[in-house]
């Protein structure tokens, strides 16, 4: 049983950055944890996970631009948001499949842990 909780949204202007925290409660190293965003209108993406051993995989639309990490001895991970866009405003929301291996395409429905969301929103 895993709990999720954003925090570190807000807004902020084009061209500046935010760090997003996503704090885990309970024993998630078995666990494949993804950051996702869904902006009103839009279907949610996926936009970077973390497996087991650490390995990152990033969308297309933000790589080069964030950083996924994880502080285990804190249980938070940590989304490093720079050179945000105005397309990048969206509820994030992290959350985690059980699987040892990257899970980004994983569909919804293999992630029964989700946080509550936190909204970034960046203006022109």
């Known amino acids: 049983q895993l709990q999720l909780v954003e925090s570190g949204g807000g807004s902020v202007q084009a061209g500046g950055s935010l760090r997003l925290s996503c704090t885990v409660s309970g024993y998630y190293s078995n666990y494949c944890i993804v950051w996702s965003r869904q902006a009103p209108g839009k279907e949610r993406e996926a936009i970077a996970d973390?497996?087991?051993?650490?390995?990152?995989t990033y969308a297309d639309s933000v790589k080069g631009r964030f950083t996924l990490s994880k502080d285990n001895a804190k249980k938070i991970l940590y989304l490093q948001m720079n050179s945000l866009k105005p397309e990048d405003t969206a509820m994030y929301y992290c959350?985690?499949?059980?699987?040892?291996?990257?899970?980004?395409?994983?569909?919804?429905?293999?992630?029964?842990?989700w946080g509550q969301g936190t909204q970034v929103t960046v203006s022109s």
């Open positions: 973390i497996d087991g051993d650490g390995i990152t």
């Open positions: 959350k985690a499949a059980p699987s040892r291996g990257q899970c980004r395409r994983l569909p919804d429905g293999g992630f029964p842990y």
